[in-house]
């Protein structure tokens, strides 16, 4: 079981399934929505992808009409992103996993 959350650690997640891919994207959307020349990010299955607290702090927001990137609105971390034709997959954002605040 992975666990993950944004920086403030008002919004928590599990991943139930295996990393088996990470790439690291730098088009120029995720050079801005990150604020870094690149982010590191894994598809996963959304089936095994749960909010597990503060999903009253999740704000989503498409830069392009076929995809949708998902962050905390209280501290801005960017926790995945998804299309709209490939619902079955979120591309998460690794830079979530693990954070201490997530142990809280």
């Known amino acids: 079981m992975h666990k993950g959350s944004c920086l403030c650690g008002r ?13 690291m994207c730098h088009c120029k959307q995720c050079q801005k929505a990150q604020g870094s020349a690149f982010v590191a ?12 607290e503060g999903a009253c702090y999740l704000k989503e927001y498409r830069a392009s009409p076929n995809k949708s990137r998902v962050f905390c609105a209280e501290c801005g971390s960017p926790l995945c992103s998804a299309r709209d034709d490939r619902p079955e997959v979120k591309r998460l954002r690794l830079g979530t996993l693990g954070y201490p605040r997530a142990a809280k």
């Not at 919004?11 to 790439?23: K, L, M, N, P, W």
């Not at 990010?41 to 959304?46: D, R, T």
């Open 41 to 52: 990010v894994a598809p996963i299955l959304s089936e095994g992808f749960h909010i597990t």
């Open 11 to 23: 919004v928590r997640y599990e991943y139930s399934g295996g990393i088996d891919e990470v790439s």
